[in-house]
C-alpha cells in the first residue's frame, strides 16, 4: 500500500509555528535577539527535516530529503554569520559590540527567508525525481522478470 501523506492537527500547529517563528525572526528589527532566533529556526529546521527523513519512507522521504538539503544550505549560511569574531572581542574588550550583531542579522534576513521558502519545493522536485527513478526501475524489473 502506498504510504500516503495525512494531514493532523499535531503537523498543522507544527507548521503554523515554524512559520511563525522564522516570519517572526526574519521581519524583526535587526539585533542580536533576532540572530539568535533566525539561528535557532535554522537549527530546528535542519533537526526536524533530518528527524521526519529518518522516518519516513519512499516518497515522504524524499521530500524530506530535498527539504534537508535546503535547510542545510540555510544552516551552513547562518552558522557561517555566527559571530565568532565578537566572542573574541568579549575576551579582549569585556564587551559585545550590538551593532556588529545587527549587521550579521540584517545580512541573514533574505537568504535564510530564501532558502526555507525554497526548501518545501526542492521537497516536490525530489519527490518527482524519486517518483520517476521507482517508476523507471520497476518497469525494468517487469522486464527482467518477464525474461526469466
Known amino acids: 500500500m502506498a504510504n500516503r501523506f495525512q494531514f493532523s492537527i499535531r503537523w498543522l500547529v507544527a507548521a503554523t509555528a515554524a512559520i511563525a517563528g522564522s516570519a517572526g525572526a526574519v521581519v524583526a528589527r535587526p539585533s542580536w535577539q533576532s540572530l539568535v532566533a533566525m539561528e535557532g529556526m535554522a537549527l530546528f529546521f535542519i533537526t526536524s527535516a533530518a528527524i521526519a527523513a529518518r522516518h519516513a519512507s519512499g516518497a515522504m522521504r524524499a521530500f524530506w530529503i530535498g527539504c534537508l538539503m535546503s535547510f542545510g544550505m540555510a544552516a551552513i549560511v547562518a552558522s557561517a554569520g555566527l ?8 575576551l579582549t574588550n569585556g564587551k559585545i559590540e550590538q551593532a556588529g550583531l545587527a549587521l550579521i542579522a540584517e545580512s541573514l534576513e533574505i537568504p535564510l527567508a530564501a532558502f526555507w521558502c525554497a526548501a518545501p519545493a526542492n521537497g516536490l522536485i525530489a519527490a518527482a525525481i524519486h517518483g520517476l527513478f521507482c517508476k523507471a526501475s520497476a518497469i525494468e524489473d517487469s522486464k527482467g522478470a518477464g525474461n526469466r
Not at 559571530?83 to 568579549?90: A, G, K, N, S
Request: glycine content about 0%; hydrophobic content about 60%.
Open 83 to 90: 559571530p565568532w569574531f565578537l566572542i573574541r572581542d568579549l
